[in-house]
């Protein structure tokens, strides 16, 4: 009778789980692309794991389920590693869980779920259950806008800085014209003036002496 | 009173850093690596030299010798050769105002690009998420992240050129600040353009080397050079090679624009001229080829970075859908597996078989861009893969701007210098005056190319604003200088000024070579736009992710035609206006 009833179970379990059965998920892990040399091999311990954290997940979803470990049943399992899993309802006979309940659950403990695998949504995939993607933090102030303020600053500071520094410029050139202008206005002082430039204002030693107009004592014939 | 003397640069090295400044732009990097690689790749560079001697060289010597003596602008320039010809000044001051209206907007991109790349991750490595967060935005999806950032978050474009948009308020923020930055370095002329000048023509090379540097020790970047420098000789039998090689140096120098011989007539009168037209213009062709060699070694990186995620990608979906262990499927053995698999599953297979791309380097390899395309999403994606892609990102985009406003000083040079030589306008106002005039003018113009359909119309102005009349522009020049102002007369001015007349190279490239040239030019690009009937232009689709052809509506036709007409007509109607103003003064005269 035992041998019966186990196999009637095996039978029973064997028609809830099977690939894109009512209330089924695919699972898809990806442990040697996560973890690289670290990976660990997939055997019936990490299985077991597996289907514990499952029982938990339902469990803290609804405070009414109290799923057992061996409500849940695995099957299908590739060398990729993927299998199909189903969690069966102890109260009612023969049936599963429905599905929106059992995606709900792990979504609320997905991060419970990956951290015990050392994994994350990328390596672990259940195949029908999206997951939200997490949203880049964006400052109150756009990064942009702050270098673009800073740069602004300095760019009008130094226009500023060129037109005072040019109207002063201007001021003191129209100061020293009219002084010039006033200075030739006066007839009385005779104001030597060669080619219009006042001989003041030339800096005579600066000069050059063109050697060819250079008084030359030798040039006259002596008497 | 003492007659205010010209502004001269403080030496002449100043004049060589602005020439180069000037010369040395955008066209260098994004245009040139995309004619070496559709034109036969190292083969190019027989074309490209042969025009540099034939065309560059004389034609920019000509135009530093005629700014140098003359002394002026090129409105003043053109009147002293002959009264009839300064039509010639004023199409070329016509086209410089058209060239910066829309130039700085490339600026304000750089700019744009420049804010967004103190952040991690880079804006442009990842698509941003859509509204419920459950994916990624589905623009970005079906294109990828660098192209949704600039079609998308610079330009905001719109599907067509009619629906015209908004003005994108942060891309007003950056052009203000572009021109901001030019009448900065413009603000007090010689004194301030010499000085700005030595850091925007050194710069671009240090982040070219660096760039080189970094380029070459790229994983694929041996790739790339092999793949685009292995010339490819039967192309140089396509005529579209050697017309390309001559257009690229002559809008590579920047003839025509008066931008060099406003340079020049801050010379001092004893300035080989010579000697900077050959330095100038040796240096800019080997800042193309150098410029090249950077961007192949990019393209490689990309190129090798794409065919191996796509290798990746193919790996996972034959390993997800046929559940195989993991590793079981590497790159090497991807084509026996297929085979393999195909012949086990052959129904699952043939399900997945959609999905199934061949990934191949040269194909990745083949993909061809230029212009703003090269420049902003291409090595965009390419620096989002490398290391410490801020610190890339920066430095690339302070390069731009360095190009961008060195050729900006160039062009404002080129309008301003006419503004304060004619002594109707300087008289009345300072120079400080006359520049922010032209600044806030062109920036408020510019406008239009900050809003939604602003790309289309920058793209327009970009093709043909200046391309035809600029052909005219110096073939018009050559043969007053040659013929007109006479070559004697021309050999003897230089032999003032430099000391030796030019030997009969010279001679023969003016009077013959460089006319011939430019004349097939200009008589190729004309029958290419009259055969070519309907003119049409690249949209984005944003339902598609791409770019689609479109035709032109009628009044971006007009507007084309009245670019081309407003610099070309001021040619003959400058000499027309003489004609008129000297009959009156000779009947005036008769009359007393």
Same mark, same amino acid.
């Given at each position: 009778v035992l041998l019966l009833s186990l196999s009637v179970v095996a039978i029973a379990h064997a028609e809830l789980c099977k690939p894109d059965a009512q209330n089924a998920f695919k699972v898809r892990l990806s442990i040697k692309t996560a973890l690289g040399d670290n990976a660990y091999a997939w055997d019936a311990n990490e299985e077991y794991l597996f289907k514990a954290m499952v029982a938990f997940s339902m469990r803290r979803y609804s405070s009414k389920r109290t799923t057992q470990i061996s409500n849940v049943l695995l099957c299908n399992v590739t060398g990729r590693v993927s299998f199909w899993f189903v969690v069966t309802d102890s109260s009612k006979n023969v049936t599963t869980v429905p599905g929106s309940e059992i995606e709900a659950a792990i979504r609320m403990n997905r991060n419970r779920i990956n951290s015990a695998f050392l994994l994350s949504d990328k390596t672990l995939q259940f195949l029908k259950i999206t997951s939200t993607l997490s949203p880049p933090v964006e400052p109150s102030?756009?990064?942009?806008?702050?270098?673009?303020?800073?740069?602004?600053?300095?760019?009008?500071?130094?226009?500023?800085?060129?037109?005072?520094?040019?109207?002063?410029?201007?001021?003191?050139?129209?100061?020293?014209?009219?002084?010039?202008e006033s200075l030739e206005e006066k007839d009385e002082v005779t104001v030597t003036a060669e080619n219009g430039i006042a001989c003041e204002s030339l800096d005579l030693k600066a000069g050059h002496i063109n050697g060819v107009f250079a008084a030359d004592d030798e040039r006259f014939t002596s008497l | 009173a003492m007659e205010k003397s010209r502004p001269l640069w403080d030496n002449p090295l100043q004049f060589i850093f602005a020439c180069i400044s000037y010369a040395v732009g955008l066209g260098n990097v994004w245009r040139f690596p995309y004619l070496c690689q559709m034109y036969g790749g190292g083969g190019f560079l027989i074309p490209y030299l042969i025009m540099l001697v034939a065309e560059g060289m004389p034609l920019l010597y000509l135009e530093l010798a005629v700014g140098q003596r003359m002394r002026q602008g090129s409105i003043g320039a053109w009147k002293i050769i002959s009264p009839y010809l300064c039509g010639v000044g004023v199409a070329s001051v016509v086209v410089s105002f058209f060239l910066s209206m829309y130039y700085n907007v490339i600026n304000a991109w750089a700019f744009w690009y420049l804010f967004h790349s103190f952040q991690d991750p880079l804006p442009w490595a990842t698509c941003p998420l859509n509204i419920n967060h459950t994916g990624y935005e589905e623009e970005c999806e079906k294109t990828s992240s660098t192209q949704y950032f600039w079609y998308r978050q610079t330009l905001n474009i719109s599907p067509s050129l009619e629906t015209s948009g908004s003005v994108q308020w942060e891309q007003a923020l950056c052009l203000t600040l572009a021109w901001l930055v030019v009448y900065l370095c413009i603000l007090r002329g010689t004194q301030s353009t010499g000085k700005v000048v030595y850091v925007t023509a050194s710069l671009p090379y240090c982040v070219l080397i660096i760039y080189l540097i970094r380029g070459l020790t790229l994983h694929g970047a041996l790739n790339?050079?092999?793949?685009?420098?292995?010339?490819?000789?039967?192309?140089?039998?396509?005529?579209?090679?050697?017309?390309?090689?001559?257009?690229?140096i002559f809008f590579s120098l920047g003839l025509g624009f008066g931008s060099l011989i406003a340079f020049a007539s801050y010379n001092e009168p004893s300035n080989?001229?010579?000697?900077?037209?050959?330095?100038?213009?040796?240096?800019?062709?080997?800042?193309? @080829?150098?410029?090249?060699?950077?961007?192949?070694?990019?393209?490689?990186?990309?190129?090798?970075?794409?065919?191996? =995620? &796509?290798?990746?990608?193919?790996?996972?979906?034959?390993?997800?859908?046929?559940?195989?262990?993991?590793?079981?499927?590497?790159?090497?053995?991807?084509?026996?597996?297929?085979?393999?698999?195909?012949?086990?599953?052959? /129904?699952?297979?043939?399900?997945?078989?959609?999905?199934?791309?061949n990934c191949s380097l040269e194909a990745e390899l083949d993909t061809a861009v230029q212009g703003t395309g090269l420049a902003f999403i291409v090595y965009s994606e390419a620096i989002k893969n490398m290391e410490v892609p801020q610190l890339y990102s920066v430095l690339y985009f302070v390069?731009?701007?360095?190009?961008?406003?060195? =050729?900006?000083?160039?062009?404002?040079?080129?309008?301003?210098?006419?503004?304060?030589?004619?002594?109707?306008?300087?008289? /009345?106002?300072?120079?400080?005056?006359?520049?922010?005039?032209? &600044?806030?003018?062109?920036?408020?113009?510019?406008?239009?190319?900050?809003?939604?359909?602003?790309?289309?119309?920058?793209?327009i102005f970009n093709d043909?604003?200046?391309?035809? =009349?600029?052909?005219?522009?110096?073939?018009?020049?050559?043969?007053?200088? &040659?013929? @007109?102002?006479?070559?004697?007369?021309?050999?003897?001015?230089?032999?003032?000024? @430099?000391?030796?007349?030019?030997?009969?190279?010279?001679?023969?490239?003016?009077?013959?070579? =460089?006319?011939?040239?430019?004349i097939s030019l200009f008589i190729f690009y004309l029958s290419d736009y009259i055969l070519t009937g309907a003119l049409q232009y690249q949209a984005w689709d944003a339902t598609q992710g791409q770019l689609v052809t479109k035709d032109y509506p009628s009044y971006a036709l007009a507007l084309i035609g009245l670019l081309v007409a407003a610099s070309t007509m001021c040619i003959p109607l400058g000499a027309l206006v003489t004609f008129i103003r000297k009959r009156l003064e000779r009947e005036s005269v008769s009359t007393i």
């Open positions: 102030t756009p990064a942009w806008l702050i270098v673009f303020g800073v740069v602004l600053c300095l760019i009008v500071a130094g226009i500023v800085f060129l037109i005072v520094g040019g109207i002063r410029q201007h001021k003191k050139k129209n100061k020293e014209s009219a002084e010039r | 790339g050079l092999i793949y685009m420098f292995t010339p490819k000789l039967e192309q140089l039998s396509n005529p579209k090679a050697w017309i390309s090689a001559a257009t690229q080989n001229c010579e000697r900077h037209a050959v330095i100038v213009s040796l240096i800019n062709s080997t800042t193309s @080829i150098f410029a090249s060699i950077v961007t192949f070694s990019i393209y490689g990186f990309k190129a090798t970075f794409n065919y191996e =995620s &796509c290798i990746s990608k193919m790996i996972l979906l034959l390993m997800n859908a046929f559940d195989l262990e993991e590793g079981s499927l590497t790159a090497d053995n991807l084509s026996e597996m297929k085979d393999y698999l195909m012949a086990t599953h052959p /129904r699952e297979y043939a399900q997945l078989l959609p999905q199934l791309k390069m731009l701007l360095m190009l961008g406003i060195g =050729s900006m000083l160039g062009n404002t040079a080129a309008i301003l210098t006419p503004l304060t030589d004619s002594k109707a306008i300087a008289a /009345r106002f300072p120079k400080e005056v006359i520049s922010g005039a032209v &600044c806030f003018f062109n920036c408020v113009i510019g406008l239009i190319f900050t809003m939604e359909a602003g790309n289309y119309w920058f793209d043909y604003a200046a391309t035809l =009349s600029l052909l005219l522009i110096v073939l018009v020049e050559t043969i007053a200088v &040659c013929y @007109i102002y006479g070559i004697r007369r021309f050999e003897k001015d230089l032999h003032t000024m @430099i000391g030796h007349k030019p030997n009969w190279y010279w001679k023969i490239m003016w009077t013959f070579a =460089s006319p011939l040239l430019i």
